[in-house]
């Protein structure tokens, strides 16, 4: 099948998944990818699949979404979540991952694959023949424009957010404590910082406070909800950070023998440990604000910053109206992967460009598209993203309020019910994917 050649277009997590995915099927694949010649404004390297923002790609637990995201894709043999878990550093129940490692891992399976062709530079126009767009949500304006005459639906935007990461070797030890929450053994996969109601009163006060970089946008409703930058949530009331990002249950400072006040929690971003990431704190403060205010909180009064905090436009399309259920533009042979969907996540711009390469597949083959089961959480996203009932389409992690209720009518709790959720979907999975051996090798599907 090497005679067939489909042009992906960005290197990015859902671009790097669906070339792969189509390599591993014997389909020849062209990679556009314009970095270094072009950078975006939240970019640091030309590697493939670079994670922008966090290094965290969310909950491992089975019984969350998020986790069940996960076993769905190792299931279907998804080859990033393969190179994640290569590159994994600790994080309590979550996947983070060594940001660098991970590309560097990524990049070799690419550069390695016969089928796989890298062709650097800016695409400004939609390619001929077969196509997936995974150019991102920080797709060129050529791109983007010719993508907006071709669907002739509305493109929206939202801004996006970066926390910042500091030295560890800066971070004074003497005050910040490891420990996860509610872990009373062993060495924990944060470290603390604790602040005491005086010291958090001053931070918060200097938070809300200092100068942005982006301001009247924000009255515009132009954020999005996960990604809001740390100020503009404690703009909303003084302890609002007190019970999200900062919030001190389940932990324990030694010093003391009692639960802080407030928190902030440090994660490392490599497997050496020689840099944290601001949990939580994506911003949108100006570079000098940043050292000033977050020098304020106890532990950090000499960090140095390897990376400030960014905040960047993003856009992604009206993807219920403008796309089908295979997220192809109708009437064409051009396929949209990734956040530029509106499918917003690290695992879920991997799990669109595994739709996307199996769709892809499922047309060059002439077999039947992809249809996941509505119970599961990648099947359950996609029929929200591609529902021309949707309204107002924002944004959307896989959560449980997108698959249908449990149907046997039982009282439960939320941990059982999303228990119960998680369950019925791993079964629908196995029913599924027990018909659909022509889209997968010998041996790729995973029990």
């Not at 189509?22 to 390297?45: K, W």
């Not at 637990?61 to 986790?67: E, I, L």
């Not at 001053?202 to 909800?225: M, S, Y």
Request: aromatic share 8%; glycine share 10%.
């Amino acid at each position: 099948m090497a005679d067939q050649v489909v042009t992906v277009v960005g290197g990015g997590l859902a671009g790097s998944e669906c070339a792969l995915q189509l390599a591993a099927r014997g389909v020849s694949v062209r990679l556009c990818e314009m970095r270094p010649q072009t950078m975006t404004p939240a970019h640091h390297t030309a590697a493939f699949a670079e994670l922008v923002c966090s290094n965290s790609l969310k909950s491992t637990r089975p019984d969350s979404a998020a986790g069940l995201l996960k076993s769905e894709l190792r299931r279907m043999g998804s080859k990033l979540l393969e190179c994640a878990e290569q590159a994994a550093v600790p994080a309590g129940g979550a996947l983070a991952v060594d940001r660098d490692a991970f590309s560097a891992l990524v990049g070799k399976r690419i550069e390695d694959d016969p089928l796989i062709e890298v062709v650097h530079g800016e695409v400004t126009d939609i390619p001929e023949g077969r196509v997936v767009i995974a150019a991102g949500p920080l797709c060129s304006d050529a791109l983007a424009d010719r993508l907006r005459a071709l669907v002739g639906g509305e493109s929206l935007s939202f801004f996006d957010a970066a926390a910042p990461i500091v030295d560890a070797a800066t971070l004074d030890l003497d005050v910040l404590f490891r420990q996860s929450r509610y872990d009373d053994a062993g060495r924990g996969d944060y470290l603390n910082a604790p602040l005491n109601r005086d010291e958090y009163d001053a931070f918060i006060d200097a938070l809300v406070g200092a100068e942005r970089v982006v301001q009247r946008d924000f009255e515009k409703g132009g954020l999005f909800q996960a990604c809001q930058p740390a100020e503009e949530v404690a703009r909303t009331g003084h302890d609002a950070l007190r019970f999200g990002a900062m919030k001190p249950v389940g932990l324990t400072d030694p010093r003391t023998g009692r639960r802080p006040w407030a928190a902030l929690q440090l994660r490392a971003e490599n497997a050496d440990g020689t840099a944290y990431n601001l949990v939580g704190f994506q911003t949108n403060l100006t570079f000098g604000e940043q050292k000033r205010v977050f020098r304020m909180i106890p532990g950090l009064q000499n960090a140095e910053f390897f990376r400030f905090g960014v905040m960047h436009r993003n856009t992604f399309f009206d993807s219920p109206h403008v796309l089908d259920r295979t997220f192809a533009i109708p009437g064409t042979k051009v396929r949209l992967a990734g956040q530029i969907t509106g499918t917003e996540g690290y695992v879920e711009a991997i799990a669109s460009g595994l739709v996307a390469a199996l769709n892809t597949y499922a047309e060059i083959i002439g077999a039947a598209p992809l249809e996941l089961p509505v119970t599961g959480a990648l099947g359950s996203l996609i029929a929200y993203a591609t529902d021309p009932a949707t309204e107002q389409y924002q944004p959307m992690h896989v959560n449980f309020g997108l698959v249908p209720p449990l149907e046997d009518g039982k009282r439960r709790g939320k941990r059982e019910r999303y228990a119960a959720y998680a369950d019925r979907a791993e079964r629908d999975l196995s029913v599924y994917l027990a018909t659909r051996s022509e889209l997968f090798s010998e041996g790729e599907l995973h029990g």
